[in-house]
Nanobody, 122 residues
Framework: QLLASGGGLVQAGGSLRLSCAGSGRPVSNYAMGWFRQAPGKEREFVAALTRRGITTLYADFVKGRFAISRDNALNTVYLQMNSLKPEDTAVYYC?????????????????WGQGTQVTVSS
């Protein structure tokens, strides 16, 4: 089970850090990722990270603003979000993949957590 937290309401230009804690499943066994879904839109990939945290992959619209990281000892993955924009408003989901992060295409993800709402006001 993956438990996402850390969402909230923030003004444009502000920051939030999302957390995704593994429960009953060590996240160290998986590549981890974050996705988001805005109202009326399809879910989209945001960021992914290899098992050891060496390789990252980002969607173009978050490069330079968001950073994904992990602490396997705490069984937790993070998404640091800076310079937030109103268009970043969405429900954010964490997910785990049995497949490696290779190249520029996110792997398929097998396990999903519940979402956490992020709202950015202008």
């Amino acid at each position: 089970q993956l438990l996402a937290s850390g969402g909230g309401l923030v003004q444009a230009g502000g920051s939030l850090r999302l957390s995704c804690a593994g429960s009953g499943r060590p996240v160290s066994n998986y590549a981890m990722g974050w996705f988001r879904q805005a109202p009326g839109k399809e879910r989209e990939f945001v960021a992914a990270l290899t098992r050891r945290g060496i390789t990252t992959l980002y969607a173009d619209f978050v490069k330079g603003r968001f950073a994904i990281s992990r602490d396997n000892a705490l069984n937790t993955v993070y998404l640091q979000m800076n310079s937030l924009k109103p268009e970043d408003t969405a429900v954010y989901y964490c997910a785990a993949s049995r497949f490696p992060v290779v190249g520029t295409t996110p792997p398929p993800f097998d396990y999903w957590g519940q979402g956490t709402q992020v709202t950015v006001s202008s």
